[in-house]
């Protein structure tokens, strides 16, 4: 066992961390720095520096990714290092691939039909099991508050992971807040008839409140929701995983997602055993899993015209 797997980090944010009204975190000012900023900045020294497999492997493979693909590359030239500031639609979907007519498999939820978004990725475990159980992934943008040098030196199947689903034919794309997505290239271009990000969490510092802590998380689920809604189809649905006990039952997902015209469709116990090759990661600290047990998967749709908003309060 490393010297870095005893080491307990003292904040484990999973996914991606809002920036707005939140002050300074950790010495990382939310007017000079992007949400991932603020997740290396916690990130134990010892941790950083923790490469999972061979490094001459690992550099090999940075290599290959360096570039993660041509058309990525070539925005990135347009509009410099933050390509994802870009702002303008320079080509619509590729009508052809509606063309291709495939056998519809289905893994729980989803579709092989569904055009699916998933947000907040680790290790791309999640997405890689959907697109095996399609077959073909040309359905699926998968995406990563990460870049890819921090899931190759974290998580030891992100790279494996990211093949199978490029070599299936899905969009991965890194450095993605989902907070933030929904007006800036390529998504404003892009609707789906699933989003999906599973266990959002917002990390935990250290002399907070439970008042603070739930308030922020809160926020992130507001601000995520507030971007998917302008991003399915009108019968499209976003769907969040998450552990339905304790603290996390006290951020009221169907109370946040009426505030922003959202309606629950329905929730369902979710087991990740249902999903082949799913792990579920830590935001940083090494490749260990947390405990999702329990937890259900909660569907929500836009509120129809004529139809009463209403919710209720999770007790």
């Known amino acids: 066992m490393s010297e870095a797997s005893h080491v307990q980090p ?3 944010p999973l996914r991606s961390v809002p920036t707005r009204n939140l002050g300074i975190i950790n010495g990382a000012s939310p007017k000079n720095s992007r949400s991932d900023d603020a997740l290396n900045l916690s990130i134990p020294a010892k941790l950083k520096i923790q490469v999972v497999g061979d490094e001459k492997q690992v550099s090999a493979r940075l290599q290959q990714y360096n570039i993660i693909d041509k058309k990525e590359e070539i925005t990135r030239v347009v509009v410099g290092k933050n390509w ?27 579709s092989s039909e569904y055009k699916i978004l998933l947000v907040g990725e680790g290790d791309f475990s999640f997405s890689a099991s959907l697109a095996v159980a399609f077959v073909s992934a040309t359905n699926i943008t998968a995406t990563s508050l990460n870049s890819i040098e921090f899931l190759s030196t974290n998580y030891k199947n992100a790279l494996s992971n990211i093949d199978k689903l490029k070599s299936l034919g899905a969009k991965v794309m890194h450095n993605v807040d989902a907070t933030k997505m929904a007006n800036v290239f390529p998504f404003n271009c892009m609707r789906f008839n699933r989003v999906v990000y599973n266990f959002p969490l917002a990390g935990f510092f250290p002399d907070e409140s439970k008042e603070v802590v739930i308030g922020r998380h809160r926020m992130l689920v507001q601000q995520f929701f507030e971007n998917a809604k302008s991003m399915i189809h009108i019968n ?30 329905e929730e369902v116990p979710f087991n990740f055993k249902d999903y082949p090759g799913y792990r579920t990661k830590y935001g940083f600290g090494g490749d260990k899993n947390f405990n999702c047990i329990p937890s259900k998967t909660y569907k929500f749709g836009v509120e129809k015209p004529n139809e009463k908003a209403g919710y209720r309060f999770m007790k």
């Open 10 to 12: 003292v904040i484990v």
């Open 84 to 110: 994802y500031d870009y702002r303008s639609c320079e080509q619509e979907e590729d009508p052809e691939e509606q063309k291709i007519s495939i056998e519809v498999r289905w893994i729980k939820h989803y």
């Open 236 to 265: 499209g649905e976003i769907h969040i995983t998450h552990k339905s006990n304790g603290f996390f039952k006290e951020w009221n997902l169907e109370f946040i997602a009426s505030s922003v015209g959202l309606r629950l469709i």
